[in-house]
C-alpha cells in the first residue's frame, strides 16, 4: 500500500469514528466518559435553598458546560410531583418518609443514600420581645405559633418533638414548607416558628434561634438520589456523587448542617 493510500485509509476511519461520536455527543451527560454536562435539574427541599444554591455553582464551576437547575419546595410536594412524572434528574429531601414516596413508585435509580442532618429550633423575631426559653412559652396567652404542615418534614419533626416536650400546642397557620413558617416571623406575623437551626442561622439578620433540649428526639436525615427516568442520568450521578464530595459537605457544614 502506498503512503497516499494509507494516508486516505486513516483519514477516512477518523471521519467514520468522528461521525460516530457526533451521533453521540448530543446524549446530555455525555454517557461515553461519565462526564457531567447539559442542564441537571435538581428537585430539592425547601431547607436545602442557600446550601444547593452554592453547591450548584460550585458544581457548576467544576464542570463547565453543566448548567444546575433548582426546583426548591415541601419534599411531600416534590415528591409527588416526582411520581406524576415531572422531569427531573435528582431528588434530595429533608425527609426519608418523603424519599420513600419515590422509591416506593419505582422512581429511583439506585439507593438513597444520607449527605446531612438537621435539627430544629424556636425561630424568634430579633431580640426575643416575647422571651422564648422554650416549647412550653409557645403556649403562653398571646403568642402565636406557625408551624409546618405535618405532611412536610419539618412539621413532622415538630409534631415529634412536642411529643417528647408533652406539650400541646396550637398554631395560628400550618405552611406547606420551612420558608413559609419563617417568613411568617421575619413579616412579624407569628412570634414564633419551628424551623431547621439552618432556616434560621440563613436568616439571623431577622430572627433569633432558640435551641430547644427536645430537637434531639427529632433530627431529620436528608437523603438524596438519581432518578430512574432522568433526562440527563450522567449529570444526575455526578451531581449526587458532588454533594457528598468534601467541598459540597463543607459547604452544608458552614450552613448549620449536621454530617451523617
Same mark, same amino acid.
Given at each position: 500500500?502506498?503512503?497516499?493510500?494509507?494516508?486516505?485509509?486513516?483519514? +477516512?476511519?477518523?471521519?467514520?469514528?468522528?461521525? *460516530?461520536?457526533?451521533?453521540?455527543?448530543?446524549? !446530555?451527560? @455525555?454517557?461515553? @466518559?461519565?462526564?457531567?454536562?447539559?442542564?441537571?435539574?435538581?428537585?430539592?427541599?425547601?431547607?436545602?435553598?442557600?446550601?444547593?444554591?452554592?453547591?450548584?455553582? @460550585?458544581?457548576? *464551576?467544576?464542570?463547565?458546560?453543566?448548567?444546575?437547575?433548582?426546583? &426548591?419546595?415541601?419534599?411531600?410536594?416534590?415528591?409527588?410531583?416526582?411520581?406524576?412524572?415531572?422531569?427531573?434528574?435528582?431528588?434530595?429531601?429533608?425527609? =426519608?418518609?418523603?424519599?420513600?414516596?419515590?422509591?416506593?413508585?419505582?422512581?429511583?435509580?439506585?439507593?438513597?443514600?444520607?449527605?446531612?442532618?438537621?435539627?430544629?429550633?424556636?425561630?424568634? =423575631?430579633?431580640?426575643?420581645?416575647?422571651?422564648?426559653?422554650? &416549647?412550653?412559652? &409557645?403556649?403562653?396567652?398571646?403568642? #402565636?405559633?406557625? +408551624?409546618?404542615?405535618?405532611?412536610?418534614?419539618?412539621?413532622?419533626?415538630?409534631?415529634?418533638?412536642?411529643?417528647?416536650?408533652?406539650?400541646?400546642?396550637?398554631?395560628?397557620? &400550618?405552611?406547606? @414548607?420551612? #420558608?413559609?413558617?419563617?417568613?411568617?416571623? #421575619?413579616?412579624?406575623?407569628?412570634?414564633?416558628?419551628?424551623?431547621?437551626?439552618?432556616?434560621?442561622?440563613?436568616?439571623?439578620?431577622?430572627?433569633?434561634?432558640?435551641?430547644?433540649?427536645?430537637?434531639?428526639?427529632?433530627?431529620?436525615?436528608? !437523603?438524596?438520589?438519581? +432518578?430512574?427516568?432522568?433526562?440527563?442520568?450522567?449529570?444526575?450521578?455526578?451531581?449526587?456523587?458532588?454533594?457528598?464530595?468534601?467541598?459540597?459537605?463543607?459547604?452544608?457544614?458552614?450552613?448549620?448542617?449536621?454530617? =451523617?
Amino acid at each position: 500500500m502506498s503512503r497516499r493510500t494509507s494516508f486516505v485509509a486513516v483519514a +477516512l476511519a477518523v471521519t467514520v469514528l468522528a461521525t *460516530a461520536g457526533c451521533d453521540r455527543a448530543g446524549v !446530555p451527560g @455525555d454517557a461515553r @466518559d461519565g462526564r457531567a454536562s447539559g442542564t441537571v435539574t435538581v428537585f430539592a427541599a425547601a431547607s436545602l435553598t442557600e446550601s444547593f444554591t452554592r453547591i450548584a455553582r @460550585d458544581f457548576e *464551576a467544576a464542570n463547565p458546560g453543566v448548567t444546575v437547575t433548582l426546583n &426548591l419546595a415541601g419534599s411531600s410536594a416534590l415528591a409527588n410531583q416526582i411520581t406524576q412524572g415531572a422531569p427531573a434528574d435528582v431528588f434530595a429531601s429533608a425527609a =426519608p418518609k418523603n424519599m420513600a414516596t419515590v422509591t416506593e413508585a419505582g422512581d429511583a435509580e439506585g439507593t438513597p443514600l444520607v449527605f446531612a442532618r438537621n435539627q430544629l429550633v424556636i425561630a424568634v =423575631p430579633s431580640g426575643n420581645p416575647k422571651g422564648v426559653t422554650g &416549647l412550653a412559652d &409557645l403556649t403562653r396567652p398571646g403568642v #402565636k405559633v406557625a +408551624l409546618c404542615a405535618e405532611q412536610v418534614p419539618c412539621g413532622a419533626a415538630a409534631r415529634t418533638a412536642l411529643t417528647a416536650a408533652g406539650v400541646a400546642l396550637t398554631p395560628v397557620t &400550618l405552611e406547606q @414548607d420551612v #420558608k413559609g413558617a419563617l417568613a411568617k416571623v #421575619k413579616l412579624g406575623e407569628v412570634d414564633a416558628a419551628l424551623v431547621y437551626r439552618t432556616d434560621a442561622r440563613a436568616a439571623s439578620s431577622d430572627v433569633t434561634g432558640v435551641e430547644f433540649p427536645e430537637s434531639a428526639r427529632a433530627i431529620n436525615d436528608y !437523603p438524596i438520589v438519581a +432518578l430512574k427516568d432522568a433526562p440527563n442520568p450522567a449529570g444526575a450521578r455526578a451531581f449526587v456523587a458532588y454533594v457528598r464530595s468534601t467541598p459540597a459537605q463543607t459547604v452544608l457544614a458552614a450552613a448549620g448542617f449536621q454530617a =451523617p
